[in-house]
């Protein structure tokens, strides 16, 4: 049982619909732009994104897909065997507006491991943060671009986002930690 619904489906769309205009009002249009989604969930996040920018603006954008798993300043800590997901990115980074996307901004480490993994494929003209969530409590001089709603949060807490593509349904709530 979930601790409180965050965002149902409806409000989660208009989120990723907001965002995308924000976006584009922002890069003057989708020109030399770029979404990758940081796996897992800022896949599907990336795509929807791209979708609504190809809707609103007629053109579409690239988009990728970057795994930062060997980025990671935790590594050693999450497991003998990591899944490695692969990068996808079949497009020339350099002097491309990039905007990672990711489904919860917390501590800003992922964010960092992207952009590490990022730099180390290209040199883009502008890296932006795209995230569903800003639940706080960073710990890196990180912040997002867009973000689809702040959530202040205590640390014996988790937010998750939830997407058709992984987990059947669309919403993002909030669960104490397990003990």
Sequence with gaps: MDKALIMDEVALDRALKRIAHEIIEKNKGAQDLALIGIHRRGVPIAKRIASYIKEFEGT??????????????????LADHPVIKGTDIAFDINKKTVVLCDDVLYT????????????????????????????????????????????PTSKN???????KEFDDIDNVVINDLPV
């Design 108 to 151: 800003g480490r992922t964010a960092r491991a992207a952009l590490d993994a990022l730099m180390d494929l290209g040199r883009p003209s502008f890296i932006q943060l795209a995230v569903i969530v800003d639940r706080g409590h960073r710990e890196l001089p990180i912040r997002a671009d867009y973000v689809g709603k702040n959530i």
């Design 157 to 163: 807490e988790v937010i998750s986002v939830h997407v």
């Design 60 to 77: 579409g954008v690239d988009i990728g897909t970057l795994d930062i798993t060997f980025y990671r300043d935790d590594l050693s800590l």
